[in-house]
């Protein structure tokens, strides 16, 4: 269950997950088999300019994104399809971080 506490965290073949930070928007449609996801994060992640820069370089390649919050941690991997960094509008110094991806066929 998504609260407005859950952390977006995302794991790109490092050794530990990236916190970037709390959820600010999740979506999730089937326009394919296995489903696109789309999730905002806001926060001020450690290192990120190196997270951002990482990111960037896994776009069309598959990545874990992870939603924890205090009841329950839902995991999804993804083909990042999509990326933006931007400040936050209503955290300043904050920035908002916007993942989309599809979800591979679990057949």
Known sequence: MIDQKTVVQVNYGQE???V?????KFSY???TPGGH???TASGIPSDCSSVCKELVARIGKM?????VSSISTS???IK????S???SPVDPGAIEIYLSGIQPDKQ
């Open 16 to 18: 530990k997950d990236v």
């Open 20 to 24: 970037l930070g709390e959820i600010v």
């Open 29 to 31: 449609y089937q326009p």
């Open 37 to 39: 996801i789309e999730v």
């Open 63 to 67: 990545i874990q994104v992870r939603l």
């Open 75 to 77: 995991e999804f991997t």
């Open 80 to 83: 990042l399809d999509q990326l």
């Open 85 to 87: 960094v931007s400040e």
